[in-house]
Structure formats: structure tokens, C-alpha cells
């Protein structure tokens, strides 16, 4: 249904900025720093206590990450100490932080790297498998991107998963299911599932007959017809702003 081609750049400007982007990522202390960050905004002090390391350290780790463009840093103060409340430079998460990086490593898995870059490669597949460790999303998995339930992780196997709505009263389906807050009003409830998705030798979804539809990569799908999806696909359930966009993660299977 969709043309999964692309073309691989030959600018080394382009693989250098892969390069660079890994390494940013490639240290359990910068993903461990990520992970305290998507909590609440800290400053270097509040860091160091994390990653149990020296003030200088931390401070490396932190203008990696800047330059990569994973966190952002704003005046803030501090929390009060013995002398008093002091301005400091309070580090956070960019705006769609974590969900730029699964949908980067995702994005990167898809462009064929020559064998001369086979080390890039392998490190794609290293740092990609421990973003998964590290977050909690390994194996195949739904990654919520939207609404009051986002970060919401949907573990998935082999066999039918069903979507839909939380609707008090409705009759469950018999395959399991992950329900949606009642808030996701544009997504069917769980007594006729939005959607199905179908695991075994590969990854189909299915739409149900909903009447705000299901989207793969932008594209609608047509009811009670399976289309096979990837890893790093956005699947996209009703529309407007009370829609449910997820993206499929199957870290560690490249």
C-alpha cells in the first residue's frame, strides 16, 4: 500500500550527523539522564545525583545532549539550600524528546547503509536496542503519541490485539485488548474495536467498519482488509484532536 523505498544519502554530511547523533545516545548515563528528565525539568546538581557522577561529567553529558538537540536548557532556580534560592540553568527534555528519538532510530533502521558504513550500522543497531532497555520498550510494542494517555506503552503478541474505546457497559472482545480513555472520543468502543492488529510471521492491522477510520502512515485503510506494517509506522485511529496516534516499535529486530 505505501512505497517503503528510500534512498539512502551519500552526503558525509548526512552519515556524520547520524554518526553524531548516536553517540549522543550510545552512553547508558545520557539515556539514563533522558529517562530522569521526561519526569520533571532538573538542574546539573539534580543530575549528578542521578547519574552518580562528578559535576564536570555531568556537564559533558549534557552538552552532548544539547548539541543533538535532545534537551533544551532555561533559566530556573534552584530548590532552597542553606544559603539561599540561587538561579540556575534547568535542563529538560525537547518538546517530543523521546518520541523524536524512537521515531529518528526507526526512521534510520529503513535507509540501507553501505557496507563501508557497516560500523554505523552496527551501532544503529546497539544504540537502538538499548534506547529499548532503557525505557522499557523492547520487543514489539505500540508507542502512544498523543492525548491524555501518551508515553502509554502497549505491549504485543503474537495473535489479535484489539483497540478501541473504554465504554462502560460494552461487551469486551474475546481477543485481548488495550482500551483507551473515554477522553480518545474519536476512536470506536471496545464492543465493536476500532481496530485489530494481527501478529505471527509479520504485522497486519485491520480496521473494523469505525466510523472515524484507521490510518497507516497517513494513508486510510478499507474495512475488514489487513495491511502489513513496520517498524517505526504511525497508526493513526479516528481524526481531529480527540484522534489516538500511535507508533509501532519492534526494537532489536533489525
Known amino acids: 500500500m505505501t512505497d517503503r523505498t528510500i534512498q539512502a544519502s551519500h552526503d558525509p554530511g548526512y552519515l556524520a550527523e547520524i554518526s553524531e547523533y548516536l553517540n549522543a545516545l550510545a552512553s547508558p548515563t545520557r539515556l539514563k539522564i533522558l529517562t530522569a528528565l521526561e519526569n520533571r525539568p532538573m538542574d546539573l546538581k539534580e543530575i549528578t545525583a542521578v547519574t552518580k557522577t562528578s559535576y564536570e561529567n555531568s556537564r559533558k553529558h549534557m552538552d552532548k545532549l544539547l548539541l543533538a538537540g535532545l534537551v533544551r536548557k532555561e533559566a530556573g532556580l534552584s530548590?532552597?539550600?542553606?544559603?539561599?534560592?540561587?538561579?540556575?540553568?534547568?535542563?529538560?527534555?525537547?518538546?517530543g524528546g523521546m518520541e523524536a528519538i524512537i521515531t529518528n532510530l526507526s526512521m534510520?533502521?529503513?535507509?540501507?547503509?553501505?557496507?563501508?558504513?557497516?560500523?554505523?550500522?552496527?551501532?544503529?543497531?546497539?544504540?537502538?536496542?538499548?534506547?529499548?532497555?532503557?525505557?522499557?520498550k523492547r520487543g514489539a510494542c505500540l508507542y502512544l503519541a498523543s492525548g491524555v494517555q501518551e508515553g502509554t506503552i502497549v505491549p504485543l503478541d503474537t495473535g489479535t490485539t484489539s483497540i478501541g474505546r473504554a465504554d462502560p457497559g460494552a461487551t469486551r472482545p474475546h481477543d485481548p485488548c488495550f482500551e483507551l480513555s473515554p477522553e480518545y472520543k474519536s476512536v470506536s468502543r471496545v464492543s465493536r474495536p476500532h481496530c485489530r492488529l494481527h501478529g505471527g510471521t509479520c504485522w497486519e492491522i485491520e480496521d473494523c467498519g469505525s466510523t472515524s477510520g484507521t490510518f497507516l502512515n497517513m494513508n486510510p485503510l478499507s474495512a475488514g482488509k489487513r495491511y502489513e506494517f513496520?517498524?517505526?509506522?504511525?497508526?493513526?485511529?479516528?481524526?481531529?484532536?480527540?484522534?489516538a496516534r500511535f507508533i509501532f516499535l519492534e526494537n532489536g529486530a533489525d
Not at 230 to 243: E, K, P, R, V
Open 79 to 95: 530548590s532552597e539550600t542553606m544559603t539561599g534560592i540561587h538561579p540556575v540553568w534547568k535542563y529538560s527534555i525537547a518538546r
Open 108 to 136: 534510520f533502521s529503513k535507509v540501507p547503509l553501505s557496507v563501508s558504513r557497516s560500523d554505523l550500522a552496527d551501532r544503529l543497531r546497539e544504540v537502538k536496542t538499548r534506547v529499548g532497555e532503557e525505557t522499557g
Open 230 to 243: 513496520h517498524d517505526g509506522d504511525t497508526i493513526i485511529l479516528g481524526t481531529g484532536n480527540l484522534l
